[in-house]
């Protein structure tokens, strides 16, 4: 009998694929990604091939995740968008995601959303988290994502909306927001006020 | 032992090898026999597999012992490990190559009757010369045509549409490859779509769908079904290459397609047509799931004949698989119940008196 | 005519895990979605696998995603590692990825099992994959699988609460035995694949990932870890699990574990443990051997490590 390979791109398609399931497994918790690839790239060719669509708001990521077969759609047909970095600009293209429905809630998007070096000025928003996963209550900051955010997260009842997957590329780390979590802002300041 | 304390592998390993001395050896021979000698057989175990490859097909015959549920299981586990790599282009009745096309609807039709190969009308008596040293009679062979047949024949359905008989072909536009539903890879939901329901029978147990295709004919479906066209013939693949995007053909598949009408269908008083095809040559699996194509689209079928009681309960390996799973112990599942049991008989039933006044409890699941 | 092999590139086996890496990535999609919203049956497509259909080719599914050369593996079937059905699972996926193995749940990174949860308390970041035959705990009431997905979308579960009010009615007791249908996170209801009552009560707000995967039925859905599951009971009326109390192991004379009765030629009947890892560790320890024996989900006097989640049962009165 053979020897079944385990090739590096598999290693790294699954050491991306258990960062995101132990970052929906435990909503708040950063989970490191495979240092082999970028962030992105590494989530992109974990979940993606023909069988699938994304929409990437930035062009050189979206010529690369082209590259898994995965069909470019715009965002409100795709099942996983990317947004390496989200600013006020890209809240439209973000509020046309798909919710998933009650018969199909799994037809909702999968969003991933690139947070910008922890140093950088804006607005830190701090979350006290609750729900599956999280054992009693969790309170996590994060900074560098605009507030409407929030807004269209709080549109979709349960069990219809997003999967939010929050990517610290600089870090190689990912943090999981599933719908099924309940966020609370508990305190938001501003570091420019 | 059955549970066998840390005897687990070394009976599954004894137990598979037991199995394999009760049968032949397998040899190259015997693989490339069975392809070229009972091409029925592995035509079907193809179709059931829904993966076209005659040699593994042979294989996995040979390998099984014949058994053709686990030959079946053999190709399709099989199957799932080979990626897909592209689409092939749609294939249209026309292109085929067909070498047998019958229709029981009229006495003759456009291009003729083609009987092409076929056992319908043989004797089936049991060539019991072959059994000793003498020779198989020579007469066997099939002698040339003067000049070749014609490949290509028009739809017999077509005629029917021109004359108004059959509701015109549905028209739609062309999806990309990647849209059209498949039934090995999407999750199935009733009412299913068409592509999901022809591919569910295309790749259906034989036997299966014979037996509800029968109860259809017998007179538990609405309709008497006529066959309208059977066709066994060759099918070109053709893809278009990833690299150069030039077209170019895969190579030749055998394929098998039935129409079936009735004038007692939905479209009444019009004809109402019922589909099926498959991978290989299986002409009796074929006519059985057109019949249940067309008792499926009725407003109100029989329940054995809705989508959904066919779709699941044809499907070969899922069928096959679950009734030898009730093998596997259950004896965790049975404490449970046994639990209830005796708890409902201490309720019931007093020590010296048998009052039975509570009904045999059933689950609300198994 | 060429052979197929002549044409074909060399047979250099089959991918990592078996599953070819399209089919890893849509059971991996899937499974995401499925943590995302605990208890909702998610579609997917189940691939044959070289198991025959209905013997564990879901849970197999699940785990061959999931495995990978660091792995710890424990395979049980009815509490056994030894089983012949467990030890062929076993050897299925460690022929394909190389893990490890264990019998010792504490040890296992990966636990795939048919009809049983472990009675050693799970820890954060182990995965339990359960085997499941029927995903479908509306079944018994809808039989036809489109309306059962309605009723899940409209959480329109009243009618299994009539099937646990006619129970009580006609036999004073819910009479469920195992895959007691549950609530998950307040709003799927799910079967927790047929695990006896004894275990249901270890799904509830567990350290670990619960992942469930039928393969026939192409159905995946989960229990994340620290969500809550509870069993369809009236206020009045709780939920009850199986009761051995009076039943203990022959060999250790362990007590409250999930035990299999082995009927006797004499017509009494003798006790063993369902979960033989832990068994296998409580004779080690009594021989005098070092083993770490974790802390058990019922104690030795039958209480439960979640207080006041399991109630103390009614008694129903003699009579019919």
């Known amino acids: 009998m053979f020897e079944p390979l385990y090739t590096p791109?598999?290693?790294?398609?699954?050491?991306?694929?258990?960062?995101?399931?132990?970052?929906?497994?435990?909503?708040?918790?950063?989970?490191?990604?495979?240092?082999?690839?970028?962030?992105?790239?590494?989530?992109?060719?974990?979940?993606?091939?023909?069988?699938?669509?994304?929409?990437?708001?930035?062009?050189?990521?979206?010529?690369?995740?082209?590259?898994?077969?995965?069909?470019?759609?715009?965002?409100?047909?795709?099942?996983?968008?990317?947004?390496?970095?989200?600013?006020?600009?890209?809240?439209?293209?973000?509020?046309?995601?798909?919710?998933?429905?009650?018969?199909?809630?799994?037809?909702?998007a999968t969003i991933f959303i690139g947070l910008s070096d922890p140093h950088d000025e804006g607005v830190e928003l701090r979350l006290t988290l609750q729900g599956p996963g999280v054992n009693g209550l969790l309170q996590i900051a994060l900074r560098g994502i605009p507030f409407g955010l929030w807004t269209l997260r709080a549109q979709a009842r349960y069990p219809l909306g997003w999967d939010i997957y929050f990517v610290e590329p600089e870090r190689g780390q990912v943090l999981g927001l599933p719908r099924s979590t309940q966020v609370r802002l508990s305190e938001a300041h501003s570091q420019e006020e | 032992m059955y549970v066998a304390a840390r005897g687990g592998e070394e009976a599954i390993q004894r137990s598979e090898a037991l199995y394999h001395a009760l049968k032949g050896p397998i040899t190259p021979q015997l693989i490339q026999g069975i392809m070229e000698s009972l091409p029925y057989l592995v035509d079907r175990v193809m179709g059931e597999a829904s993966l076209y490859a005659p040699e593994l097909a042979a294989l996995a015959i040979a390998q099984s012992g014949g058994d053709l549920y686990e030959a079946v299981l053999l190709l399709r586990a099989y199957r799932s490990t080979q990626p897909r790599l592209g689409y092939a282009h749609p294939l249209t009745t026309e292109r085929l190559f067909t070498v047998r096309r019958i229709s029981a609807s009229f006495k003759d039709i456009p291009g003729g009757q083609i009987l092409g190969p076929s056992l319908d009308y043989s004797h089936r008596i049991l060539n019991l010369n072959l059994l000793g040293d003498q020779q198989p009679a020579v007469s066997e062979e099939a002698p040339l045509p003067e000049r070749p047949a014609s490949p290509h024949y028009p739809l017999v359905a077509d005629w029917q549409r021109q004359q108004g008989m059959l509701a015109p072909t549905p028209t739609h536009e062309a999806s990309a490859p990647q849209d059209i539903p498949d039934v090995t890879r999407d999750n199935v939901l009733f009412p299913a779509p068409r592509a999901h329901r022809l591919q569910a029978l295309a790749r259906a147990d034989t036997g299966g769908v014979l037996a509800l295709g029968y109860a259809s004919m017998r007179g538990y479906g609405l309709i008497h079904p006529t066959v309208n066209e059977l066709r066994l013939a060759y099918a070109e693949v053709r893809m278009t290459h990833p690299l150069t995007g030039e077209d170019f053909s895969v190579g030749r598949v055998r394929v098998s397609q039935a129409e079936v009408v009735s004038n007692g269908g939905q479209h009444a008083p019009l004809l109402t047509l019922g589909y099926a095809a498959t991978l290989g040559w299986n002409e009796v699996k074929l006519i059985a799931a057109a019949t249940l194509d067309m008792e499926m689209s009725q407003p109100n079928p029989h329940p054995a004949h809705t989508e959904e009681f066919v779709m699941y309960h044809t499907e070969a390996i899922e069928s096959s698989g679950f009734c030898i799973h009730f093998k596997l112990p259950h004896y965790v599942t049975f404490a449970s119940s046994l639990d209830n049991l005796r708890k409902v008989i201490s309720t019931f039933y007093s020590a010296d008196s048998q009052p039975a006044t509570a009904p045999a409890p059933q689950e609300t699941a198994p | 005519?060429?052979?197929?092999?002549?044409?074909?590139?060399?047979?250099?086996?089959?991918?990592?895990?078996?599953?070819?890496?399209?089919?890893?990535?849509?059971?991996?999609?899937?499974?995401?979605?499925?943590?995302?919203i605990p208890g909702y049956q998610v579609p997917y497509a189940s691939r044959e696998l070289p198991i025959a259909r209905g013997w564990g080719t879901g849970g197999l599914q699940a785990t061959l995603s999931l495995v990978g050369p660091e792995t710890v593996l424990k395979v049980i079937d009815q509490g056994a590692d030894d089983s012949v059905n467990a030890a062929n699972l076993r050897r299925f996926i460690t022929r394909m990825s190389g893990c490890q193995t264990t019998t010792d749940a504490l040890q296992a990174t990966i636990i795939q099992s048919r009809h049983r949860i472990p009675e050693e308390i799970l820890r954060e970041g182990q995965i339990l994959v359960l085997q499941v035959p029927d995903p479908e705990p509306l079944r018994a009431v809808q039989s036809d699988s489109s309306a059962c997905h309605h009723m899940h979308a409209d959480a329109d579960y009243g009618q299994m609460w009539l099937v646990l009010y006619e129970q009580l009615v006609r036999y004073k007791r819910y009479i469920q035995g195992a895959s007691y249908p549950s609530l998950v996170n307040g709003r799927y209801l799910i079967s927790p694949s047929p695990i006896p009552r004894w275990d249901t009560p270890k799904l509830h707000r567990a350290a670990h990932l619960t992942i469930l995967s039928a393969g026939r039925e192409k159905r995946i859905y989960a229990v994340p870890p620290y969500t809550d599951v509870r069993p369809l009971e009236f206020s009045d009326i709780p939920f009850q699990v199986e009761d051995q109390r009076t039943w203990a192991d022959e060999r250790t004379g362990a007590r409250y574990k999930f035990m299999n009765e082995l009927p006797q030629a004499d017509g009494t009947a003798r006790y063993e443990l369902s979960d033989t890892g832990y068994a296998e560790k409580l004779i080690a320890k009594q021989r005098g051997q070092a083993v770490t024996i974790g802390r058990t989900y019922y104690d030795d006097e039958g209480n439960f490590y979640h207080d006041g989640y399991l109630k103390p049962p009614v008694i129903p009165e003699q009579g019919g």
């Open chain 3, 1 to 36: 005519m060429s052979r197929l092999a002549a044409l074909a590139k060399p047979q250099t086996g089959y991918s990592y895990a078996f599953m070819d890496a399209f089919a890893k990535r849509e059971l991996r999609r899937r499974m995401l979605k499925a943590v995302a």
């Open chain 1, 9 to 108: 791109q598999e290693a790294q398609d699954r050491r991306a694929f258990l960062a995101l399931l132990w970052a929906a497994s435990q909503p708040g918790c950063w989970q490191s990604l495979p240092s082999t690839a970028p962030s992105f790239i590494a989530l992109g060719q974990a979940l993606l091939d023909l069988e699938t669509s994304f929409y990437a708001a930035d062009e050189a990521l979206a010529r690369q995740l082209a590259r898994t077969g995965a069909r470019a759609l715009p965002p409100e047909r795709a099942d996983y968008l990317f947004f390496p970095v989200l600013r006020d600009e890209h809240l439209e293209a973000l509020s046309q995601a798909q919710r998933g429905t009650l018969l199909y809630p799994d037809s909702a």
